[in-house]
């Protein structure tokens, strides 16, 4: 089962302390904050077990979604955040966040199942000398719920 465990907060934090001294030399870091819509319903009906299935495959996709110098790590329940370093620019954060979109969007196939769930995600940049982690996850956070609300209205208003 180790090989099925992700990275935590806490391995997310260290990871990002230890890469903070890059930001000091003129690049820039991100961090997004995701979660899945939709996952509540596939916990309901395929249980804890195919839940804990699709969150496994959803964190694959995201190691795969992302380059080898950054990070990703679950938060808890269908929560993941993304540590992005060493970008010349903020489109980077942008794209790599338009790229986890559309990763996520592709049905997973589950115990022979297609299962489709989305991502809303949040991202705080910062280029600043002392970012914290705690800081740019509240910050992507704040922008994520941002981002559900404006999905929600515009919801209602298709309706």
Not at 23 to 41: E, Q, R, W
Not at 92 to 102: M, N, P, T, Y
Request: one cysteine or more.
């Amino acid at each position: 089962m180790a090989a099925r465990r992700f990275p935590n907060r806490l391995t997310l934090a260290e990871f990002f302390d230890q890469h903070l001294p890059r930001v000091i030399s003129d690049n820039i870091i991100a961090d997004h904050y995701l979660d899945l819509n939709g996952f509540k319903p596939v916990n309901d009906k395929h249980g804890h077990i195919g839940g804990d299935e699709l969150l496994f495959a959803v964190g694959k996709r995201l190691r795969r979604a992302i380059r080898e110098t950054d990070m990703v790590a679950r938060l808890g329940r269908d929560e993941f955040a993304i540590v992005q370093i060493d970008m010349s620019n903020p489109e980077e954060a942008h794209a790599l966040s338009w790229r986890i979109r559309d990763t996520i969007d592709q049905p997973f196939e589950i115990d022979q199942l297609s299962i489709s769930v989305s991502a809303s995600i949040g991202t705080a940049i910062n280029a600043e000398p002392f970012a914290c982690l705690s800081e740019m996850l509240d910050q992507a956070d704040s922008e994520l719920y941002r981002v559900k609300r404006a999905m929600k209205r515009l919801q209602l208003v298709a309706v």
